[in-house]
């Protein structure tokens, strides 16, 4: 049975410590170190050449995004998975697109960590249920059912509790105007009302959060 030698990135010293203990249970997982943001993860997956980098996304000095994208471009072999709170489309996106292998959050049950930091270190997916559906959403709605600038400008003022007229006046559009901008997102998000709206747009990570 080879050994998955495995390198922590996150930056509460907490969560880390935890994961290491939790890790070094399995008789096949090695974990060879630890690093407390991006940079560190960086120098850390260079010297030490892990398996796999399980890797946080909100880190300070580099984010996770950016330390995956340097060690997948420059570090042939050491797989990246992403563990995180954040499940955002644009998390999601970012991290796929920067080459991560796979992408778990926190709240993952110990056992489908486990299973996914093996499988990760082979070269297969690895995604949390919600994640994968989320990419899914996105590869179907990816075919022009983006958010135009217009359609995110009205969407952010509906955020902020304006009436079509306000927004209206603050875009230099007419209600009507507006109010058609209003119905195009919401076909595109699915919804069929102004809550509605802003709340999926705010989990795809279209608009920000509060």
Known sequence: MSTVRVLVADDH??????????LALEPDVEVVGEAGDGEEAVALATSLRPDLVLMDLRMPRTDGADATARIVATLPGVRVLVLTTYETDTDILRAVEAGA?????????????????????????????????????QVRGDTGERLTPREREVLAGVARGLSNAAIGRELFITEATVKTHLLRAFAKLGVDDRTRAVTVAIERGILPGA
Request: proline share 6%; charged share 20%; hydrophobic share 40%.
């Open 13 to 22: 010293p907490v969560v880390r410590s935890g994961l290491s203990g939790l």
């Open 101 to 137: 292998t796979g992408y778990l959050l926190k709240d993952t049950p110990r056992e489908q960590l486990v299973a996914g930091v093996r499988a990760a270190a082979r070269g297969e997916s690895a995604l949390s249920p919600s994640v994968a559906r989320r990419l899914v959403q």
